[in-house]
Nanobody
Framework: QVQLVESGGGLVQPGGSLRLSCAASGSILWINTMGWYRQAPGKQRELVAT???????NYADSVKGRFTISRDNAKNTVYLQMNNLEPEDTAVYYC???????????????WGQGTQVTVSS
């Protein structure tokens, strides 16, 4: 099986920074695109940022210039550096990865359990 484990969430004041990490483990052959999504109370889950295996990135307009996604392919880990956080960034953040397992003929999407980010004074 495959697991995605997130860490790094918490409470931060407006203007502050947090760094989220998500490590994938299990019977992994390779990982394609990895990304971060978030869901605020009463809202649908939305894309925050994605990064391909080769390092190409994509960001939601609302986080461009403030958030940076990166990955370490050797560690099967994706990161999200969040700077200049705003109250509107408050949400549960979920890690996503498109993974080929050793025992599977195709790729599957996997999700982490989510980590809470709260931006408040």
């Amino acid at each position: 099986q495959v697991q995605l484990v997130e860490s790094g969430g918490g409470l931060v004041q407006p203007g502050g920074s947090l760094r989220l990490s998500c490590a994938a483990s299990g019977s992994i052959l390779w990982i394609n695109t990895m990304g971060w999504y978030r869901q605020a109370p009463g809202k649908q889950r939305e894309l925050v940022a994605t990064i391909t295996r080769g390092g190409s990135t994509n960001y939601a307009d609302s986080v461009k210039g403030r958030f940076t996604i990166s990955r370490d392919n050797a560690k099967n880990t994706v990161y999200l550096q969040m700077n200049n956080l705003e109250p509107e960034d408050t949400a549960v953040y979920y890690c996503n990865a498109n993974i080929r397992r050793i025992d599977a003929p195709k790729n599957y999407d996997y999700w982490g359990q989510g980590t809470q980010v709260t931006v408040s004074s």
